[in-house]
Antibody, heavy 122, light 113 residues
Framework: QVQLQESGPRLVKPSGTLSLTCGVS?????????WTWVRQPPGKGLEWIGE???????NYNPSLRSRVTISVDKSKNRFSVNLRSVTAADTAVYYC???????????????WGQGTLVTVSS | QSVLTQPPSVSGAPGQRVTISCTGS?????????VQWYQQLPGTAPKLLIY???NRPSGVPDRFSASQAGTSASLAITGLQAEDEADYYC?????????????FGTGTKVTVL
């Protein structure tokens, strides 16, 4: 059973860069799955940030593409997200998740980390 | 801004049946992209409830069922139980001229009366 765990600073200053890492345990990151980030502002809904394959191929939410970079470190079995030029609107619980195909049916967020609240404030 | 629309809340007494709608468009559900459903208990991460429009992962009770038709999907909970009180989100994929993205519904809070 693959488990994911987010880590990183919980407080980021406005105009700074939000950086989080997701550690993958119980399985290799070098599988046919994609690895992704999702965020949820307090009291609001879910927003997809982007995804990465173990080869380094990435796809991003068009609304965040200009500010986000997702990277992978296969040697440490983890992947990371950087979100630049943050504002208070970027305050949210950030989740890492595994995107899988189940029985040939894809685009499924099958496993999730517990999430970490990142606050943007001076 | 979510492109999949859900009712903000639904409620029912224990044992009753409730349904949650998820309305999309021709660039997501109507384009043939599958719909998934997630349950989010208070203070926890979302949990996969339904995938591929109507399939339950192992461990999900058969009280939960779902369907899809046209540009919409729906989730039904029969025999509502207290532990079903949670937020529920639909999810699909959207591809249009402005780009492609995984999309989530606006979310529905289920209250057990």
């Amino acid at each position: 059973q693959v488990q994911l765990q987010e880590s990183g600073p919980r407080l980021v200053k406005p105009s700074g860069t939000l950086s989080l890492t997701c550690g993958v345990s119980g399985g290799s990151i070098s599988t046919s799955d994609w690895w992704t980030w999702v965020r949820q502002p307090p009291g609001k809904g879910l927003e997809w940030i982007g995804e990465i394959y173990h080869t380094g191929t990435t796809n991003y939410n068009p609304s965040l593409r200009s500010r986000v970079t997702i990277s992978v470190d296969k040697s440490k079995n983890r992947f990371s997200v950087n979100l630049r030029s943050v504002t208070a609107a970027d305050t949210a619980v950030y989740y890492c998740a595994r995107l899988s195909c189940i029985g040939g049916l894809c685009y499924v967020f099958e496993s999730w980390g517990q999430g970490t609240l990142v606050t943007v404030s001076s | 801004q979510s492109v999949l629309t859900q009712p903000p809340s639904v409620s029912g007494a224990p044992g009753q049946r409730v349904t949650i709608s998820c309305t999309g468009s021709s660039s997501n559900i109507g384009a043939g992209y599958d719909v998934q459903w997630y349950q989010q208990l208070p203070g926890t991460a979302p949990k996969l409830l339904i995938y591929g429009n109507r399939n339950r992962p192992s461990g999900v009770p058969d009280r939960f069922s779902a369907s899809q038709a046209g540009t919409s999907a729906s989730l039904a909970i029969t025999g509502l139980q207290a532990e079903d009180e949670a937020d529920y989100y639909c999810q699909s994929y959207d591809s249009s001229l402005s780009g492609s993205s995984y999309v989530f519904g606006t979310g529905t809070k289920v209250t057990v009366l």
